[in-house]
Every structure is written in C-alpha cells, then in structure tokens.
C-alpha cells in the first residue's frame, strides 16, 4: 500500500532494515543471526525473503517503475 501510495515518485526503499543481530557468533548461520523482531516472531525467519517477494510483486504490476529495492543494515560486515 506505502509503495503504491508513493508510485514512482521514489528511486529505491529499503525493504527490511538492520534484521541481523550485532555482532552474531556465527554469522555464516543467517538465521540464528536475525534479531528477534516483530516480524521475526509473526512470520519467522523467512520474514526478509517475504518482504522482498511482496515489494517485488508490486513493482512487476507497475513495469514503468524504476525503483531499486535494498537491505540497509550498519552491520553488513558482519
């Protein structure tokens, strides 16, 4: 609703936004690193992939929209 609200006036959004725990001890296991958000707790760990399937569905109903679609998070490094 939020992106078809602002269509094509935007260039990017950040579909989900610092997901990932500080400094997780394995960070190669993804999923014991997510943070245990509200979207964690009601759809689960494949809450990021969700995200990004439903703004993705979106774009492909407008074609005519340029817009990137992102992950933002300070702790990429990890």
């Known amino acids: 609703t939020v992106m078809e609200h602002f269509g094509d006036k935007v260039i990017s959004w950040d579909v989900v936004n610092e997901a990932m725990n500080d400094n997780p001890p394995n960070p190669a296991d993804w999923e014991a690193s997510l943070r245990k958000s509200p979207w964690y707790n009601a759809v689960g760990p494949d809450y ?11 774009l492909d109903d407008h074609p005519n929209w340029d817009i990137k679609l992102y992950y933002n998070d300070y702790n990429e490094d990890n």
Not at 48 to 58: D, G, I, S, T, Y
Request: no cysteine; net charge negative.
């Open 48 to 58: 990021v992939e969700q995200a990004f399937l439903a703004a993705r569905e979106v």
